[in-house]
């Protein structure tokens, strides 16, 4: 079996390959603004066992920007951004392999935090939320903890307020997975020297969660599936770049919250 992988369909773009031994990425006839590579270094400082031996070190590509040239204007006047993230299979020590986590900003003049939402393409991916009370001070009272479970197709809303973390429990898959984001403000990497990373650590190879002991205290993990939603223009059937690309303003809810009057929390079922 070839080991490229064909997701334009799944993708909704054009020519889209990825290869599942290297994690590269054919793009067709789309553009790219940024290709960023991360390996085991950048999440040593979140891992339980931060001196764990992790071969091959590379963890995940990430694509930012992509994009037909058509849609260019598209979706730079709306501020919005469309990323490709491509993840290897494996662990880092006890733990599946997962990102080093991070919040987004509050809207300026406002109370409301940016949100993002997540498509699965292909593979499985656990999403790990968690809300403190502060993101700004370290060993805040974490509020909520969240795993979401989501498959290919599933839209998954990264719930304002919360930050994420993406972990890929599958040991023979790849991941990979896109998202639609605001492109007008920076995300934030929370201080970790106290607090080694989220609230749980979840292991291999079942998916034991354990609660992290550099937290003074922390709730039970909450367990979620994706739920459809229509009134965010996000669809099971309808791929995240189709959606985007023919009705660019459903997704001005992630420049401006407010526009969503409903619960956030509909977008998951517990």
């Known amino acids: 079996m070839s080991e490229w992988i064909d997701l334009s369909e799944a993708i909704g773009l054009p020519g889209v390959k990825v ?13 790219e603004d940024e290709h960023a590579i991360r390996d085991v270094r950048e999440v040593r ?3 339980l066992d931060p001196w764990a031996d992790v071969e091959p070190a590379v963890l995940y590509h990430m694509h930012r920007g992509v994009r037909l040239p058509a849609d260019s204007d598209k979706f730079s006047s709306r501020s ?3 990323d490709i993230t491509i993840m290897r299979p494996g662990t880092l020590g006890p733990e599946f392999i997962k990102t080093h986590g991070h919040y987004h900003p509050k809207v300026p003049g406002k109370e409301t935090f940016y949100p993002e939402v997540y498509e699965v393409v292909y593979g499985t991916a656990w999403y790990l939320l968690q809300k403190v009370s ?7 009272r974490v509020e909520d903890v969240i795993l ?14 919360y930050a994420h ?7 023979n898959s790849i991941l990979v997975m896109t998202d639609f984001v605001g492109s007008n403000f920076k995300t934030i990497f ?4 106290a ?6 650590y979840i292991l291999a190879p079942n998916g034991e969660a354990i609660a992290n002991p550099h937290y003074h205290q922390v709730p039970p993990l909450r367990r979620a599936r994706p739920n459809p939603m229509p009134e965010l223009g996000l669809h099971k059937d309808v791929p995240l770049y189709t959606s985007g690309s023919q009705d660019p303003d459903r997704l001005l809810w992630l420049i401006d919250p407010d526009r969503y009057s409903g619960d956030w929390m509909n977008a998951l079922a517990f």
């Open 19 to 31: 290869n599942a031994k290297t994690l590269e990425l054919e793009l067709g006839g789309a553009l």
């Open 45 to 47: 400082p979140v891992m």
């Open 80 to 82: 919005l951004r469309y």
């Open 134 to 140: 502060d993101i700004n001070a370290p060993g805040s």
């Open 148 to 161: 979401v479970e989501a498959h290919p197709g599933d839209k998954v809303v990264m719930l304002p307020g």
């Open 165 to 171: 973390i993406t972990i890929n429990p599958d040991p």
């Open 190 to 193: 929370p201080n970790v020297k």
């Open 195 to 200: 607090t080694v990373g989220g609230a749980y």
